[in-house]
């Protein structure tokens, strides 16, 4: 038990996520010789794998608002989302220049495009596409992505120099299910309890996950929790909402911040799916990519990243989000020209608008700079909630 206050965690917490050389990361690998760190883009990897070659999985979410970015833009066109962009900038400027492998899993043909470009910027580096399955289908969908799952395996084995063996996997999934399970805690508490775990907190805390040992990052939610538990806040009376819409690129925390600042608590979100993808607990049981793929197809989060098998059930993740969290209403914050999340959002609107659910969108870059819009659009869709709702 450690006696570490909220303030001192999420002082780590914002350290380690304004870090864009990832010292936390560089200063692992450095520990112990032959230790490698992969790369990924933080929509869904497999990072369970990762841990399983004694490699230390470190998510990429581009520069946000700290980075100028000037080569990578000499790769991309401008009327993309930014953090391809941004990403190319972390890779040609040197902060990504210890990194021994990087995948690009299957979320839009920009990323795709990206994939193939790091293999020509980078030969040196491991680089692969991660694709997942578009057919649910347990003898399709689900022998294609363990198909996926074990040629991933065995690249990593190749690049550790030994095969990853079935007791280490199982290893591997027992601290990634620990860890998803302490986060939802952390989000089940911020329902009950949204004055206490603020959604920057919270978002700071998911960021750290990306570039800390899961073993790490799991003390450090036990530790929050803990802490969070022990502080006093006042208890305002801001409108509960969902955030949804965000992707891959995420938001400048200052995004967040505004929405907090005009009223809202955030009380559920789409930030960083990877860190919850999963919604239970992964079997360790049995053949270990046959169960990854299993809860891939049967138990993971709803996004336009990920393939709706049942187009009755498009947009109803978001109206048992608003139920299950007492929440007032949805905003649709999606990054500009991020063309799956802005295609998918007019069908997420109808369906709310048919249960009955307010919501607003707006949009955002990695590197907005001036959230007064924003703010004020924010504040005044809380305002009329409250005010239309009779609260």
Known sequence: MTN??????????????EDLNFSAAREWKAARPGRKVIGFLPIYIPRELIHAAD?????????GDQLEVIHGDA????????????TVELGVSGRLDFVDGMLFPSICDVIRNLSGMWKV?????YSRYFDVPQNYVDEIGGNFYRGELAELRHDLGELRGKPITDDELRNSITLYNENRRLVRDLYA??????????????????RAGLVLPVEQHSAMLRDYLAAAQAQQRPHRDNCRVVLTGVFCEQPPLNLIKSLELAGCYVVDDDLLLVTRWLTRDVSTEGDPLAQLASEFLHHSESTAAKYEPDQREKGQHLVRAVRRTGAEGVIFACPSFCDPA??????????LTDAGIPFISLKYAENSGQMQPIREQAGTFADSIKLWSGQ
């Open 4 to 17: 570490l206050t909220v303030v001192d965690i999420v002082a780590r917490a914002t350290q380690l996520f």
């Open 55 to 63: 490699m230390l999985p470190l998510g990429i979410v581009g520069g």
């Open 75 to 86: 790769y991309y066109q401008s009327y993309i989302c930014r953090i391809p962009r941004s």
């Open 121 to 125: 910027m980078f030969p040196g580096v």
């Open 189 to 206: 508490y911020r329902v009950a309890k949204p004055w206490l775990a603020p959604a920057t907190e919270v978002f700071l805390l998911m």
């Open 342 to 351: 802005l295609l998918e959002r007019p069908m997420l609107q109808h369906v």
